[in-house]
């Protein structure tokens, strides 16, 4: 077992849904316990799509390019260097700015005990 990876190693295909595409990364196989994840997501959408909800949280970190996020009914301007948190069953998404070719996140999903 690794404790460390790199987005060029992942194994398997990313997730690729419409407006993102998902590299899940961090899992048990990594030493991850209670349902711990990590991975990096590239949003390239213009508009808000479907909102993810989840049944634990999700924080995220911007890496790279601006946009907006929307978690419940909250709205926030992304740039790098920024974090934010999805609290438990809240629905949320995330749009480029259409002068920023995508918004690359770090995102993880902690297991509520």
């Known amino acids: ?3 460390f990876i790199n ?13 993102h595409t998902t590299y899940p990364m961090l899992d048990e ?9 990590s991975g990096i997501s590239v949003y390239t959408a213009l508009e808000y799509l479907t909102p993810g909800v ?7 970190v911007v890496l790279e390019g601006t946009g907006w996020a ?5 709205e926030c301007r992304l740039e790098p260097e920024m ?7 809240t629905p949320h998404c995330i749009k480029r700015d259409p002068d920023s070719e995508h918004v690359k996140i770090c995102w993880f ?3 509520i005990a």
């Open 109 to 111: 999903h902690g297991a």
């Open 1 to 3: 077992m690794t404790h």
């Open 54 to 60: 989840h049944e634990d949280q999700e924080g995220f």
């Open 29 to 37: 196989r990594h030493g991850c316990v209670a349902g711990f994840k």
């Open 70 to 74: 929307k978690v419940g009914d909250e």
């Open 7 to 19: 987005k060029k190693t992942v194994q398997g295909e990313p997730h690729l849904e419409l407006g």
């Open 83 to 89: 974090c934010f948190v999805a609290p438990a069953g």
